[in-house]
């Protein structure tokens, strides 16, 4: 039975916390590694915190003394979390680069069917 998600996260963390543990073999993830597992919950629900923001920011507030600075204060923050996930990620290994070797994923490129790429224009 996977481990179920700490009571110190939040609902929206716990989510994040079963859709890792659910998306891995049963004894991928020891106990050793919970607090890496509980970080990544946390950095990923700040980034999608971050990315409301900023989608809420209007283009006028740049104009405001300190509005391009407030926004250029959460782009960086959200690049943080976005680096801070990843080593997360990379340090759990549930990157799909850490769960394919190179040849597979390779041969996996080469069985795409020919046609149109999503950023082909139509």
Known sequence: MPAQPPAELTDAQAMIWRDAVGSMPGNWLTRAAHPILIAYCRHAC??????????????????VDGGLERLDKLFAMAERETRAISACARALRLTPQALMHPRTAGRRINDLPAGPRPWDEK
């Open 46 to 63: 700040r980034a999608r915190l971050l990315e409301m923001q900023i989608a809420q920011f209007e283009v006028e507030w740049t104009r």
